[in-house]
């Protein structure tokens, strides 16, 4: 059976503000994953339009597409087209658990929620000729997970092959937050067991890992367990957790011996009335430059999420973020606007206000105002959002930020991050242009380390430590796929 799974372009990669390097990090997980259910001698393609033109000429038995609210659009295009031509289309993912109604109309299957349990039954019935129009997840589980097919994932088109997934969901329920929807029906957050997340974790070659679970720190006992099993592989990774993770001292601590030197924390506002608001309990009372201190005390850089447009904003927000975040030293910021995703809480409730402006998918993409805010007017909204992206990154920005740091090394690690990360647009175009991205997973891996700089030296031990740790990776390989996760 030929088998084709697709990723399609958000609508912002395909944007004036497409940032090649934001969209050539992280490979399409999930469909990997999907691929692992099917058998050996299936033809399988996965195709990630982010880094490459999809190839719309073939004729495959089946096509499958994962779903986002702004690539939905496009997805329905694709699907389209492949149903001219009489291929059975599936689809999944977040948008398509929200509102199966719309996407049903341009699929001849759709899933509901996670499909640990539903894509392998759907596959059965496929073969066996007779497919559901839907498929309702019901069986929250990672046991007994086939390995994920990282051979069909062309690996050189990303900076983080090595991306991972050991759970699903998180165990808060923030209002404008997908989770509760897309796991409606069954548990919202779960884990692997913890042998078959270090087993993942020792399939993959090189030192750097990045954990894409919404919350790793999530299940605390989880979390400690993984982080002793990893305390003596040597990795260097990147995850997400929460500001109440990040003050347990004792739970940051093992995660720090076991490697990790970067973190992604959902501050989202300085305003405790806004967190009560949207149900963001797990940030309340909790004193945010403490945690931001404790990180950066054991060399872990932070990227701080925050979002603008909740009801106690106004005016004022944009620049009191932006400088809050660079008197704290917080390394790299992700900002975004209030968007009211469908099937969320918050979506339900600015509904019943009469507040949702419209449902153009394709500008609910977080720099958009796509409903009306408390004290702010949708346009003053878009505006503060940009303002505080330039102020948080312009150079002035980033020398006082890295100025917070105690030492040369880690205001230098500060400045190439940063400077790296924003400032170097026309490098991150000429290296993926040129399919070149892999060469610069050494230097990230530095970085993260806290050595900006690599010596001759530190190459050399590098490369033959890689070439070590990259031995059993093709063994497993050439044995016919590598690698679980989700």
Not at 105 to 133: N, Q, V, Y
Not at 153 to 173: A, D, T
Not at 412 to 432: M, N, S, V
């Amino acid at each position: 059976m030929k088998v084709k799974l697709i990723l399609p372009a958000l609508t912002e990669a395909r944007s004036p503000n497409w940032r090649p390097i934001k969209y050539s990090l992280f490979p399409p997980l999930g469909l990997a994953t999907l691929a692992g259910y099917l058998r050996e001698d299936d033809d399988i393609e996965i195709q990630d339009e982010h880094v490459e033109r999809l190839n719309l000429n073939d004729k495959p038995d089946l096509v499958a597409i994962q779903v986002y609210i702004t690539s939905a659009y496009r997805a329905y295009e694709i699907a389209d087209h492949y149903r001219s031509k009489g291929v059975h289309v599936a689809m999944g993912g977040l948008h398509v658990t929200a509102l199966p109604h719309e996407a049903g109309r341009h699929a001849d299957t759709i899933f509901s929620g996670p499909g640990e349990d539903t894509w392998p039954e759907f596959l059965r019935d496929f073969r066996a000729g007779r497919p559901k129009r839907i498929y309702q997840s019901a069986t929250r589980s990672l046991t007994g997970m086939p390995m994920i097919r990282r051979d069909l994932i062309k690996k050189e088109l990303y900076l983080v092959p090595n991306s991972i997934v050991v759970s699903r969901g998180c165990p808060h329920h923030c209002d404008f937050c997908y989770k509760d929807a897309f796991y409606k029906g069954g548990k919202s957050f779960y884990t692997q067991g913890i042998d078959d997340a270090l087993q993942e974790i020792q399939r993959l070659p090189g030192r750097h890992l990045f954990f894409l679970d919404d919350n790793l720190f999530g299940n605390v006992r989880f979390a400690s367990d993984l982080f002793d099993g990893m305390r003596d592989m040597g990795r260097i990774w990147q995850s997400a957790g929460t500001v109440q993770s990040v003050l347990n001292d004792r739970l940051l601590k093992k995660a720090v011996k076991s490697g990790l030197r970067s973190l992604f924390i959902g501050f989202e506002t300085l305003n405790s009335s806004n967190l009560r608001n949207h149900n963001k309990y797990q940030n309340l009372e909790k004193n945010y430059s403490e945690a931001a201190r404790r990180l950066h005390d054991l060399g872990v850089m932070i990227n701080g999420s925050f979002v603008f447009g909740m009801d106690g904003d106004d005016p004022s927000v944009f620049d009191a973020t932006a400088e809050w975040a660079v008197k704290n030293g917080i390394e790299t910021a992700t900002f975004h606007i209030l968007t009211p995703y469908p099937g969320t809480a918050l979506y339900t409730r600015m509904a019943q206000e009469r507040r949702i402006l419209h449902n153009n998918w394709d500008l609910y993409d977080m720099r958009h105002a796509v409903f009306q805010p408390g004290k702010i007017d949708p346009a003053t909204l878009e505006r503060g959002y940009w303002r505080a992206y330039k102020k948080f990154y312009q150079w002035s920005s980033i020398f006082k930020a890295a100025a917070t740091k105690k030492s040369f090394i880690g205001r230098l690690r500060h400045l190439a991050y940063t400077g790296g990360w924003k400032k170097a647009e026309p490098l991150w175009g000429f290296i993926i242009r040129h399919k070149q991205i892999k060469r610069m997973i050494p230097a990230l891996e530095n970085i993260l380390k806290g050595k900006p700089g690599l010596t001759k030296n530190e190459e050399v031990k590098f490369v033959q430590g890689r070439e070590k740790m990259d031995t059993p990776h093709f063994e497993l390989a050439g044995k016919g796929g590598v690698g679980h996760g989700a």
